[in-house]
């Protein structure tokens, strides 16, 4: 799970630990629709809980 992740430096009061992983998208043109070039920048929370 935390392969490739790297830790923030934060944790929470409840002993939680923060990870940053950064991933790659593909964009892809959807089908019968027009193209325009430009660039997408996301963002994207995602939250785990191991116990």
Same mark, same amino acid.
């Given at each position: 799970? !935390?392969?490739?992740? #790297? #830790?923030?430096? +934060? +944790?929470?009061?409840?002993?939680?630990?923060?990870?940053?992983?950064?991933?790659?998208?593909? !964009?892809?043109?959807?089908?019968? !629709? /027009?193209? #325009?070039?430009?660039? &997408?920048? /996301?963002?994207?929370? &995602?939250?785990?809980?191991?116990?």
């Amino acid at each position: 799970m !935390l392969e490739g992740a #790297t #830790t923030d430096g +934060s +944790s929470s009061p409840s002993g939680l630990q923060n990870y940053i992983h950064e991933f790659t998208a593909t !964009l892809l043109r959807i089908p019968g !629709l /027009a193209v #325009t070039s430009g660039k &997408v920048r /996301a963002t994207a929370y &995602v939250k785990v809980r191991v116990q």
